[in-house]
Structures are given as C-alpha cells and as structure tokens.
Nanobody, 125 residues
C-alpha cells in the first residue's frame, strides 16, 4: 500500500522561502516519477512540478519556473519542493503524487494514482 506524507508547509511572507518534503513508502520509490500539485482556494488541483524516476529530468508549470526546484533522494524515498521568492498567489494546499506506471518519464502527463494528504502553504503580502 502506497503512502505519501507531506510536510514543511506553513505561513511565510511574500519573498520568503519554504521547502516541502514528501516521504513515500509501499513501492520501490526509485522506479516512479513524482510530482507536486497545488490547489488554491476556489480552484481545482493544478500541476506544479514533476521529476523523473532517476531525478534526471524535471518539468515545471510556467509561473514557478526559476523560483521552485523539485528534487528527490531515492536513498531516503523522499521528494522535495524548494520554493523561493514566494508570492501570495502561491497560496494553497500542496500535494505530492506518485505515478501509477513504472519509469514512465511522462512527468506532467503521467497518470498520478497515489496522493498525499496535502500541506498548507500560505503566503502573506
């Protein structure tokens, strides 16, 4: 049974930084693309960033390029989202997700079947 547990959210002022973590268990972590999605108040869940199973390829939503960095440590079964220069519009619940398929390399187009419970990020202006 796959479990994803996010941590690291909180309240930060605009221009600040946060690092989110997602600890995974239940499958061989290094075989699966991972992603972060976010859901702003009143909006649907949106793709934010993804990383390939090896860590060699990443993909970002346009508004976070240059500010967010996704990474993973396969030895620790953990993926991270480093967020810098945060803006009020980055506010929302951030979810990590794991691809259903092994080594798909589909990144933002993958079928993310497993989800964490989410962690709240609030950016004040």
């Amino acid at each position: 049974q796959v479990q994803l547990v996010e941590s690291g959210g909180g309240l930060v002022q605009a221009g600040g930084s946060l690092r989110l973590s997602c600890a995974a268990s239940g499958r061989t972590f290094s075989n699966y693309d991972m992603a972060w999605f976010r859901q702003a108040p009143g909006r649907g869940r949106e793709f934010t960033a993804a990383i390939s199973w090896s860590g060699g390829t990443t993909s970002y939503e346009d508004s976070v390029k240059g500010r967010f960095t996704i990474s993973r440590d396969n030895a620790k079964n953990t993926t991270y989202l480093q967020m810098r220069n945060l803006r009020p519009e980055d506010t929302g619940v951030y979810y990590c997700a794991q691809d259903a398929l092994r080594k798909s390399l589909l990144l933002r187009n993958a079928r993310y079947e497993y989800w964490g419970q989410g962690t709240q990020v609030t950016v004040s202006s």
